[in-house]
């Protein structure tokens, strides 16, 4: 075959090729799942809630913790953005998942590539038959080298878009795991808002105590001193004391509470806890946020939660898997080719003679794989189907979670007013039962049930405005907000990818605008 005749046959082959790599890819397209629609929450509509403070007019806020209107709680979620470490190992999988879609792409063109030369120089025996019966008639040289140098490339032809499918998948991969950082992000800022109000609850609640404390060490000095002078018994002096040590004992289990939700905060903030004394303070008030919550409308729940996007995502990129699957049923198109330079003497290696090459088309076509490719298939397709229902599973629990926040929210925000007037109530009975005990009027079992009375209505108080502010938190993590601060900001912070890039040669992955976690 003339070079004329080979360059037609190369060109033609390619142009098939082309043709072939143009076909639609098998197996499915990902369309999102059905799922149920809510069309109005039950606690901004229903008329027996009353004033529940949620409104849907508009939007949630992306920055909710700033509602509280609290500095600390601000400063701490600003560290723990900056610090977290498993936000850290999310952000990580990010540039990971970036590397890998790189590689997909890479399996659009030739898989194989290479640039070889070598020089080989060869000594044949003179004592083989053949050689020795002509070297007596004809002397031959039995000593020669050969150089060479080529390229060598070998395509697989994406014809069924097994490649393409590949593409696919490692970008839902990617945005995926954009996804599953925002979930981190969500689930990081709530846990931080979470355990401060925890531990301001528990400030106020030793707070409490101490000051229960005082008032009854001074209902112990006053039975001791009325048996003293021999108005009343002695069971008045123990029952005094006995109340005192009962809430004196609160103390130690209250402070135990508060440096473990401390070092649990130093976690999340990726620090020490030594460190959280000197940011948290020794006294505090349980923040509480505006009277009106914007919720937004349930249509808007399904684009803002970043688990529900994740769990969309990793269904688009399990549909993707099916049909590369798929594409193992089909034969496998290669196109294989070298060029290169050829001779016997590294003199002539690059003179214009000197020039080699071969191209090959191949099929491969895996026929007797008895049934493993379609059981493969049928696997694939079954982990796909689970992946809907994980969706459709996960937009109900979405829901779920929403209206039991805002019930939780509205309810104990009904239980504060109650508690309040409950505290004022006991606090005045208990000055009463202290008066008519002196003016020996009142028996101490009175000032006893009086002072229990009261340190159980306040101690309820804390845990009911603890529950109000708690609640909220809940709202607006199960609104999926909190991820938003991350827009036009990496995924790692400046000091750990400087580290990655000195280490490893990232080329301009470090520096990509981070994406939405989106199909559309």
């Known amino acids: 075959m003339t070079r ?28 999102r799942p059905n799922s149920p629609v809510v069309k109005e929450w039950i606690e901004v509509n229903n008329p027996s809630v009353g004033a529940s403070g949620l409104t849907s007019r508009s939007a949630p806020v992306a920055k909710w913790w700033e509602t509280f209107n609290d500095a600390t709680l601000n400063r701490l979620i600003a560290e723990a953005y900056a610090q977290n470490l498993a936000l850290q190992v999310a952000g990580a999988r990010v540039l990971q998942a970036r590397a890998q879609l790189g590689i997909a792409f890479g399996e659009l063109y030739p898989q194989s590539q290479a640039i070889g030369g070598s020089i080989e120089r060869r000594q044949i025996s003179d004592n083989i038959g053949p050689i020795s019966d002509i070297n007596r008639i004809i002397p031959l040289d039995t000593e020669f080298s050969t150089s060479q140098v080529g390229f060598d490339a070998q395509w697989e032809l994406d014809v069924w878009g097994q490649q393409r499918r590949g593409v696919q998948a490692a970008r839902s991969n ?13 689930t990081l800022t709530g846990d931080v808002a979470a355990l401060y109000v925890s531990f301001r609850a528990l400030q106020e609640t030793l707070f409490v105590a101490r000051e229960n404390i005082k008032l009854q060490q001074d209902s112990v000095d ?42 649990a905060l130093a976690v999340l903030l990726g620090t020490t806890p030594s460190r959280m004394a000197g940011l948290l303070g020794n006294s505090g008030r349980i923040p509480s946020a505006r009277s009106n919550v914007a919720v937004g409308v349930p249509a808007e729940l399904l684009r803002r939660r970043p688990d529900v996007r994740a769990a969309e995502l990793a269904a688009a990129t399990q549909s993707a898997q099916v049909g590369i699957a798929i594409a193992d ?4 198109f290669i196109l294989s080719g070298s060029i290169g330079l050829q001779a016997s003497g590294s003199q002539d290696l690059f003179s214009s003679a000197s020039n080699t090459g071969l191209a090959s088309a191949g099929v491969v076509w895996n026929v007797l794989n008895y049934g493993r490719i379609k059981n ?20 109900l629990t979405a829901y779920s979670e929403v209206e039991s926040a805002m019930v939780a929210y509205t309810q104990s925000r009904k239980q504060v007013t109650f508690y309040q007037n409950s505290v004022t109530a006991s606090r005045k009975a208990a000055e009463i039962a202290v008066n008519q005990y002196r003016d020996g009027i009142a028996s101490y079992s009175r000032v006893l049930n009086t002072q229990t009375a009261l340190l159980r209505s306040q101690a309820n108080l804390i845990e009911a405005r603890q529950q109000v502010s708690s609640n909220l938190v809940a709202v607006y993590k199960g609104l999926g907000g909190g991820w938003q601060i991350r827009q036009n900001q990496e995924f790692l912070p400046e000091t750990v990818l400087a580290e990655m890039a000195y280490r490893t040669d990232w080329g301009d992955l470090l520096q990509q605008a981070p994406i939405q976690a989106s199909l559309n």
Request: glycine share 4%.
């Open 376 to 395: 493969n298939v049928r696997a694939q397709d079954a982990a796909y189907q689970a992946l809907i229902a994980n969706y459709q599973n996960t937009v």
């Open 4 to 31: 004329a005749r080979l360059n037609r046959s190369l060109m033609g082959t390619a142009l098939c090729a082309a043709l072939l790599v143009g076909c639609a890819p098998v197996g499915p397209d990902f369309v």
């Open 174 to 186: 990617l945005a995926l795991q954009v996804a599953n950082y925002d979930d981190a992000l969500v």
């Open 329 to 332: 049923l089909y034969p496998q």
């Open 222 to 263: 006053l039975t001791q001193l009325r048996f003293n002078n021999g108005v009343t018994t002695e069971l008045d002096v123990q029952e005094a004391t006995a109340l005192l040590n009962n809430t004196m004992a609160l103390v130690p289990e209250i402070e135990s509470d508060l440096q473990q939700t401390k070092n």
